[in-house]
């Protein structure tokens, strides 16, 4: 069914929603699984066009995805890890699509109005834009 799952981490007590439910799909599957995050601050938007350093929100964001990975390994999943800058919609598409990932899995917050234009465009963008399935786990409210 899948081999490659896509877990798009944003580094929140959101995670800790969808992480069970994707461990109960790779168990069932054999998947393996693709840990990204995206850091989104001023420096990691402009570091490649500007030649700026790792931000301390980007080194924290690096060693925030290694230590997920490791505890993965621990319960036996076979799983690699990307840290992207800039737009996380862009780098969720083009990670899977470079990748070969089947199957991208994300936390929905629940926003509403307003806050959905602002939120939930990176669901909004990555749903309509590419060709595999998504699985969204409503993240509990914080």
Same mark, same amino acid.
Request: a negative charge.
């Given at each position: 069914?899948?081999?490659?799952?896509?877990?798009?981490?944003?580094?929140?007590r959101?995670?800790?929603?969808?992480?069970?439910?994707?461990? +109960?799909?790779c168990?069932?599957?054999?998947?393996?699984?693709?840990?990204?995050?995206?850091?989104?601050?001023?420096?990691?938007?402009?570091?490649?066009?500007?030649?700026?350093?790792?931000?301390? +929100?980007? +080194?924290?964001?690096?060693?925030?995805?290694?230590?997920?990975?490791?505890?993965?390994?621990?319960?036996?999943f076979?799983?690699?890890?990307?840290?992207?800058?800039?737009?996380?919609?862009?780098?969720?598409?083009?990670?899977?699509?470079?990748?070969?990932?089947?199957?991208?899995?994300?936390?929905?917050?629940?926003?509403?109005?307003?806050?959905?234009?602002?939120?939930?465009?990176?669901?909004?963008?990555?749903?309509? +834009?590419?060709?595999?399935?998504?699985?969204?786990?409503?993240?509990?409210?914080?």
């Amino acid at each position: 069914m899948f081999k490659k799952i896509l877990i798009a981490l944003d580094h929140s007590r959101s995670d800790m929603a969808l992480l069970p439910r994707v461990k +109960e799909l790779c168990r069932l599957t054999q998947a393996q699984i693709l840990l990204l995050h995206v850091s989104t601050g001023w420096k990691a938007h402009w570091q490649r066009d500007l030649n700026l350093t790792d931000s301390e +929100e980007m +080194e924290e964001d690096r060693a925030y995805l290694a230590k997920v990975a490791d505890e993965l390994r621990l319960e036996g999943f076979q799983v690699d890890s990307r840290h992207s800058t800039g737009n996380p919609a862009d780098a969720i598409l083009r990670t899977a699509r470079e990748e070969h990932c089947d199957l991208i899995a994300m936390t929905t917050h629940g926003h509403r109005w307003l806050s959905d234009l602002l939120h939930g465009t990176t669901i909004t963008r990555v749903r309509h +834009e590419t060709e595999v399935p998504i699985f969204l786990v409503k993240a509990k409210p914080t």
